[in-house]
């Protein structure tokens, strides 16, 4: 699964060595331009670097170990982030480029061997030109959010009918349905949203819950054999 870094170098390389490695399948990620807000991190008080807080010490009272723990052992630090004093959020908002655009999608088109899917997909333009491109394969992700059954089933119309207007049947383009926001204290059930978009139960269906990867990884999978 590929992001696109702002030194597009390291995303490049990247290719390159997955594809040195014998991978058979890329999915090129464009939903993440900005870093999420991650709320959770913040109700739980995540941070880099760790820090004590008046809830972690609440926490630990009842828990001995845990001071035994950290007081005889190495402060707890992450390799990757040992350098960086902001929050993930923010570490990965200087990472990843907001600025990816259709030539990205065709460098790597033009460098990788295998099978593409582009995973994040946010409009039915979007969707078009990258199948254009000559991509393998689509992940369409549904929100379950019940103000968005309407816009997640006129989304998957445009597709299917912007597709035919330029020859393409979209049963012809492997596509993989992920429904998304599954945590959702209102969130629909997943047999009403796939009523809407896929009535006829024609595409593989993911329950899925990005914020803490649940279901992402069966997605992925499931288009991998797909493409």
Same mark, same amino acid.
Request: proline share 6%; no cysteine.
């Given at each position: 699964?590929?992001?696109?870094?702002?030194?597009?170098?390291?995303?490049?390389?990247?290719?390159?060595?997955?594809? #040195?490695? &014998?991978? *058979?399948?890329?999915? !090129?990620?464009? @939903?993440?331009?900005?870093?999420?807000? %991650?709320?959770?991190?913040?109700?739980?008080?995540?941070?880099?670097?760790?820090?004590?807080?008046?809830?972690?010490?609440?926490?630990?009272?009842?828990?001995?170990?845990?001071?035994?723990?950290?007081?005889?052992?190495?402060?707890?630090?992450?390799?990757?982030?040992?350098?960086?004093?902001?929050?993930?959020?923010?570490?990965?908002?200087?990472?990843?480029?907001?600025?990816?655009?259709?030539?990205?999608?065709?460098?790597?088109?033009?460098?990788?061997?295998?099978?593409?899917?582009?995973?994040?997909?946010?409009?039915?333009?979007?969707?078009?030109?990258?199948? #254009?491109? &000559?991509? *393998?394969?689509?992940? !369409?992700?549904? @929100?379950?959010?019940?103000?968005?059954? %309407?816009?997640?089933?006129?989304?998957?119309?445009?597709?299917?009918?912007?597709?035919?207007?330029?020859?393409?049947?979209?049963?012809?383009?492997?596509?993989?349905?992920?429904?998304?926001?599954?945590?959702?204290?209102?969130?629909?059930?997943?047999?009403?949203?796939?009523?809407?978009?896929?009535?006829?139960?024609?595409?593989?269906?993911?329950?899925?819950?990005?914020?803490?990867?649940?279901?992402?990884?069966?997605?992925?999978?499931?288009?991998?054999?797909?493409?």
């Amino acid at each position: 699964q590929l992001y696109v870094m702002r030194e597009r170098e390291v995303s490049y390389g990247l290719v390159e060595r997955a594809a #040195e490695a &014998g991978f *058979d399948s890329l999915f !090129f990620t464009v @939903d993440t331009p900005v870093g999420g807000a %991650r709320l959770r991190d913040s109700r739980n008080g995540f941070s880099i670097p760790p820090q004590l807080t008046i809830g972690t010490v609440i926490n630990a009272i009842p828990r001995p170990w845990w001071w035994i723990d950290f007081l005889t052992t190495e402060p707890l630090a992450f390799a990757s982030l040992d350098r960086w004093s902001g929050t993930v959020a923010e570490l990965l908002d200087t990472m990843f480029d907001p600025t990816v655009t259709f030539e990205d999608l065709a460098w790597i088109k033009s460098q990788w061997p295998g099978k593409l899917v582009v995973k994040g997909i946010q409009t039915v333009t979007d969707a078009r030109a990258v199948t #254009e491109l &000559g991509v *393998d394969g689509i992940v !369409f992700v549904a @929100d379950s959010a019940p103000n968005r059954l %309407r816009a997640n089933a006129e989304s998957m119309r445009n597709l299917r009918e912007n597709l035919a207007e330029h020859g393409i049947y979209i049963n012809d383009v492997p596509i993989v349905i992920q429904i998304n926001k599954r945590d959702l204290p209102d969130a629909l059930p997943t047999a009403m949203i796939r009523a809407v978009i896929d009535p006829h139960k024609r595409y593989p269906t993911y329950e899925a819950v990005a914020s803490n990867g649940t279901g992402v990884f069966e997605t992925l999978k499931a288009t991998s054999r797909l493409v």
